[in-house]
């Protein structure tokens, strides 16, 4: 190779590395647009509720009860009965997500058929909510005769983010060491006891980061609930009480007409709601990370 050969060798490497870095530099350009784009686009939305709402945010809004249809009065039964839907949502779905997780990890045979359980329990989680409250009114409402209900409500919900909280669940089962399980099979306990005592305690700050991202999906979740929970602006006395959420309290309001203040209001508090649950989940992904490193 002559010298020169050399040279135009070296150039052309100088001209692809040029040309990639350009490249980079446009992908990167693009990809920071896109997230400036996405948190500005958020950004305007909360500001624009919480301009319309905070004034409408009180004391007296935050504890009174619901009067004339949410003209008038505050939101306290919509906020005790959306704890209550919490609650039952969660009693129903975290435990059985967690089963059918150490199932699927520990006790199944990882063949097809775990495979199109995995595949069929991920596609659930993109189903849209409003296939979900069908369901259940035609299950529980009509076939069971729980009519609109905080049961149906509760039992629709869990069904709504089960495959979110056994896929999370599965996930942190699986970040588990081998050693772990290993170590304690040895020392004489059962498959069970070292589920119970090792895998279930180690794995357990990922499942609950799952139950939490699960609480504020039942928050914010209005369609499935349409159909189910009913409309009742009363503290549910019982499960069998027609109830509310806040953000179906909120879509009735702003569908009906009611009060366009009050929904802003109640939007706002169901955004700050919603808030706080990412900012703990977000805690705890952290903690998991640095377990992880410290491992």
């Known amino acids: 190779m002559t010298a020169n050969d050399r040279w135009s060798s070296k ?22 647009l896109a997230a400036a784009f996405a ?24 504890t009174s009860d619901v009067h004339d249809a949410g003209r008038e009065g505050g939101i306290l039964p ?10 039952l949502g969660l009693l129903f779905a ?27 329990t991920s596609n659930l989680a993109g189903i849209p909510s409003i296939i979900f409250g069908l369901f259940g009114f035609m299950f529980f409402a009509k076939i ?38 290993e170590g304690s099979l040895a020392l004489g306990a059962t498959k069970w006891q070292t589920m119970v ?25 209005t369609a499935a609930l349409v159909f189910t929970l009913g409309s009742g602006t009363d503290i549910a006395s019982s499960l069998m009480s027609s109830a509310r959420s806040l953000s179906l309290h909120l879509f009735i309001l702003a569908n009906e007409g009611i009060s366009t203040s009050k929904a802003y209001a109640t939007a706002t ?27």
Do not use: C, H
């Not at 975290?94 to 069929?120: C, D, H, N, W």
């Not at 009519?147 to 979110?164: E, R």
């Open 39 to 62: 948190v500005a686009t958020m950004l305007a939305i909360i500001g624009f509720i919480f301009t319309k709402g905070i004034s409408e945010i009180s004391w007296e809004f935050l």
């Open 269 to 295: 508090v169901l955004i700050v709601i919603v808030l706080i649950l990412n900012l703990i989940a977000g805690w705890f992904g952290k903690r998991i990370n640095r377990y992880k490193d410290a491992r």
């Open 78 to 87: 919509i906020i005790i009965n959306t704890l209550y839907l919490v609650g």
């Open 11 to 32: 150039e052309m490497i100088l001209q692809y590395r040029a040309r990639q870095k350009r490249r980079q530099a446009i992908a990167y350009a693009f990809m920071y």
């Open 197 to 221: 005592k090792v895998v279930i305690p180690t794995a357990s700050p990922g499942i609950i980061n799952g139950i939490i991202l699960g609480m504020g999906r039942i928050v914010g979740e």
């Open 144 to 181: 069971l005769g729980w009519s609109w209900s905080l049961l149906s409500g509760s039992a629709t919900i869990a069904i709504v983010i089960l495959p979110t909280l056994i896929r999370t669940s599965e996930e942190a089962i699986l970040t588990v060491p081998a050693g772990y399980k």
């Open 94 to 120: 975290a435990p059985l997500s967690v089963l059918a997780a150490i199932y699927m990890t520990e006790y199944s045979k990882q063949g097809i058929l775990i495979k199109i359980i995995r595949y069929f």
